[in-house]
């Protein structure tokens, strides 16, 4: 049992959800924090319903009142892409320093984690048959030239 197993095993038991929505987070499923700007409050609500709308994706209220808490397998969306598309219909996001660094910080993550999710699997074993088989084309000295049927079992 590794400890990201443990923690979550430990946090159903006692009820409770992930702590912070940006607390480290192994495996596929992403729990996010969407911030708007505090200036417009009405658009957490209209933002809610337009994000409760779409397959695969859970949302709650956030935090703080002005956010908005939303879990996702990053196979189905990312918190580029709907953060992107909530500026596209004309929601405004926080725009603070923290918030900035946080998305840049989340956004470059994710993007990582589906990229190496695309990349085909490295097949490690067979790597040491290419070496052996290089070594034995490789005049090193250790080869006996003499056909096996000639040689004497010892």
């Known amino acids: 049992m590794d400890v990201e197993h443990a923690r979550l095993m430990r946090d159903k038991e006692r009820g409770l959800q992930r702590s912070h929505a940006l607390a480290p987070q192994t495996g596929t499923r992403k729990h996010?924090?969407?911030?708007?700007?505090?200036?417009?409050?009405?658009?957490?609500?209209?933002?809610?319903?337009?994000?409760?709308?779409?397959?695969?994706?859970?949302?709650?209220?956030?935090?703080?009142?002005?956010?908005?808490?939303?879990?996702?397998?990053?196979?189905?969306?990312?918190?580029?892409?709907?953060?992107?598309?909530?500026?596209?219909?004309?929601?405004?996001?926080?725009?603070?320093?923290?918030?900035?660094?946080i998305r840049a910080l989340v956004y470059f993550c994710e993007e990582t984690q589906v990229r190496n999710m695309r990349q085909p699997e490295r097949l490690l074993k067979k790597s040491n048959e290419i070496y052996s088989k290089a070594w034995d084309q490789h005049a090193h000295g250790d080869h006996d030239d003499t056909p096996p049927e000639l040689r004497q079992d010892r």
Request: charged share 25%.
């Open 32 to 101: 996010r924090e969407l911030r708007f700007n505090k200036l417009r409050p009405w658009q957490v609500d209209q933002a809610r319903a337009l994000l409760a709308s779409l397959d695969g994706l859970d949302v709650a209220p956030g935090a703080l009142s002005n956010s908005l808490s939303v879990w996702y397998e990053i196979t189905d969306h990312t918190m580029e892409g709907l953060e992107e598309a909530l500026i596209a219909q004309g929601f405004h996001l926080e725009n603070t320093l923290y918030c900035k660094m």
